[in-house]
Structures are given as structure tokens and as C-alpha cells.
């Protein structure tokens, strides 16, 4: 397997918002996502962006009729779940040093949590997680987990 271009991961995603500059600023006021690039188009509108945490990357884009290309028939499915009537295809897991903390600023921030802090063991072959699971502005559900031990499976880090 070659390797990946510098400064990306071998899989990142992209995340669609009705307004993806609200939703850049919701990622990283409560979720302590940074922005790496954020490109704009015509208008200000957000063409394309990405943010990192930790060395993950995300991107962040636009759904919805004004952000169809043409010669892109693929854009006319991307919605956020806010466009679905709550629908989500997908769900999206970070890493976190310190879930309560993570938790707690998230909360702080605006986001609503639907699975509140706890600790999970997968049992004496694997590990123990502590995670909770937060809806983000457009309803897009992210589940933040800290690895508090390590078993039958390396944990680096």
C-alpha cells in the first residue's frame, strides 16, 4: 500500500449541514475540532473545508439544492439529518483524552447529549471504554470514547 498524501489520514469523512459555517463553528466550540482549511465561494458560501482533531480529519459540507454542481449528479443525495425529518445514515466515533471534560464543554456548547458518560467493559479479552454520545446542531450523532484499560488487545497510547 502506497502511502498518504502528508497531513491525511488513510479515511477521513465528510459531514453535510444546512449551514456548514454555523456547523464549523458548533464542531469546534463543542467538540474542539480545529479548522485546517475553509474554502469559500461565491457569496462567502462554504465550498469545501476540513478540521482536525488529534490527527483525525473531517469534512465539513453543504447539503441541500445550493450546494448542487453540475456534472455531479452524486451531490443531490447529500442531506443532513435536520433535512431528513432526524433520518442519519452514519455515526461518527473520536478518541478523546478525557470524556467527562469533553462531555461537559460540549454540553456547555450547546450540544445536546443522548447517551450521558459511562463506562463500558467489552470483558477480559479486549477493553473498557468510557464514552457518551452527543447530537450535534443538525442532529448528526457522535459518540466520543476514552480507552480507560486495555486487556487481550495493545493499546498504544
Do not use: N
Not at 489520514?9 to 458548533?26: E, L, N
Not at 471504554?129 to 488487545?153: C, E, N, P
Request: include cysteine.
Amino acid at each position: 500500500m502506497k502511502p498518504t498524501p502528508p497531513d491525511w489520514p488513510r479515511i477521513s469523512t465528510a459531514v453535510f449541514y444546512a449551514d456548514p459555517r454555523r456547523a464549523i463553528d458548533f464542531l469546534c466550540r463543542a467538540f474542539g475540532f480545529s479548522v485546517r482549511l475553509c474554502v469559500e465561494g461565491e457569496g462567502g458560501r462554504i465550498e469545501h473545508s476540513e478540521l482536525e482533531y488529534g490527527e483525525g480529519l473531517v469534512m465539513v459540507a453543504g447539503a441541500g439544492p445550493e450546494y448542487q454542481r453540475e456534472g455531479q449528479p452524486w451531490r443531490q443525495g447529500y442531506r443532513s439529518p435536520a433535512q431528513l425529518q432526524g433520518q442519519s445514515t452514519q455515526s461518527l466515533c473520536v478518541h478523546v483524552d478525557d470524556a467527562d471534560a469533553h462531555c461537559a464543554t460540549a454540553r456547555a456548547a450547546g450540544a445536546r447529549i443522548v447517551s450521558e458518560p459511562k463506562t463500558t467493559d467489552y470483558g477480559a479479552d479486549y477493553w473498557s471504554d468510557r464514552g457518551y454520545a452527543a447530537l450535534d446542531i443538525d442532529g448528526h450523532v457522535w459518540w466520543f470514547m476514552q480507552r480507560v484499560t486495555t486487556r487481550g488487545v495493545p493499546h498504544a497510547g
